[in-house]
């Protein structure tokens, strides 16, 4: 199998069958072989992590004897790419079941694609929204409010928390995970103890609290779901973005802190959430003006309403422009000319 160029971040594969990348002019390069990487030997064979990114949630490909299974289909931007990856792992076999662990847009921007592409594909979503994606509400579904994009898809069933199914040739069962995302859910396989934790548990931390910001409390949520992921006691935990993990007690006990810092100052949560969306804006974006970043701040309602509700008499432009100095002093932007850009 020869290599293929992709215009992507970056993306790194836990699957036997892929062996390394490049960069290369901006492009992701991935040169195919049969080598190992250190990934593959926390998981089963049958299960492949797509790490990639930021931009894009991580996917979880399960090849069961009768069945095939994704978990999650990144952003709408990278959409080709997540085909592209999923039909050589699948190496001409059909892609049947789509899973989605919620609905925001880096785990479900790839849903219309798999769809087009693989006709008999069933879709099942978490149930909370599922009723946005029937009449399909972008507003209600947070596309809108996020100024971020996912074309519109369709679904089967609804991933009932409490309840087990098959997927590949394992039962998993469905955990709510509440925090992150209300309707989250996590999805757990009790023999091999693997965990797909979404964003309610990376290595280190967790996703935006996005509950919060629109003012309804959710830290309480986010410190449960870790207590249900203690419980479980995974051995390995696929996180919604990042490498595969073992450590999972250092990875609740970062958790946990993070949380309490937050807990203790949420200004700093409702900081950190900001800057999460600005830096999501420029990796999809790659580069803009500083102008054209402040006037997408303030067409972007979460935004908008977070800076009104916790930083009322700053002005958002000025705002904006702070955290972007701080984006750049992280190593996460730089700035040439009046123009920002990803790093
Ligand atoms: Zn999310």
Redesign the pocket.
Same mark, same amino acid.
């Given at each position: 199998m020869g290599p293929y160029q992709v215009s992507a971040e970056r993306t790194r594969f836990s699957s036997p069958s892929h062996r390394s990348l490049r960069q290369r002019n901006g492009m992701v390069k991935i040169v195919m072989s049969s080598a190992s990487l250190a990934h593959s030997a926390l998981l089963p064979d049958s299960i492949q992590v797509f790490q990639r990114g930021w931009l894009s949630s991580n996917n979880v490909l399960i090849r069961g004897s009768r069945q095939t299974v994704l978990i999650d289909s990144g952003y709408c931007t990278h959409a080709a790419q997540t085909q592209a990856l999923v039909a050589h792992a699948l190496d001409g076999r059909p892609l049947d079941l789509l899973i989605n662990t919620?609905l925001?847009s @880096?785990?479900c921007g790839g849903n219309a694609a798999l769809q087009a592409a693989y006709p008999d594909l069933k879709t099942h979503i978490p149930p909370g929204h599922a009723h946005f994606v029937a009449a399909w509400n972008p507003d209600a579904l947070t596309y809108g409010p996020t100024g971020q994009s996912c074309p519109q898809f369709r679904f089967d069933a609804k991933l009932e928390p409490g309840t087990e199914f098959q997927l590949g040739n394992a039962l998993w069962e469905i955990h709510a995970a509440p925090g992150?995302?209300t309707h989250?859910v996590m999805l757990f396989e009790p023999v091999e103890r693997i965990l797909v934790s979404? @964003?309610a548990l990376w290595e280190r931390g967790f996703?935006v609290v996005f509950p919060e910001l629109d003012g309804e409390g959710a830290f309480e949520e986010v410190a449960s779901t870790l207590d249900i992921i203690e419980s479980l006691q995974p051995t390995t935990v696929i996180p919604?973005h990042g490498a595969p993990f073992r450590d999972v007690a250092t990875a609740l006990t970062v958790a946990r802190q993070r949380l309490d810092g937050f807990v203790r100052n949420p200004a700093k949560h409702m900081q950190y959430a900001a800057k999460v969306l600005l830096k999501f804006k420029l990796l999809e974006v790659q580069q803009l003006e500083l102008q054209a970043l402040v006037h997408w701040a303030q067409s972007t309602p979460y935004f908008a309403s977070t800076f009104a509700r916790h930083f009322s008499g700053v002005a958002l432009a000025e705002a904006v422009e702070q955290l972007v100095r701080e984006l750049v002093r992280s190593g996460a932007a730089t700035m040439q000319g009046s123009a920002v850009h990803n790093v």
């Open positions: 919620h925001h @880096d785990h992150h995302d989250s979404a @964003d996703g919604g």
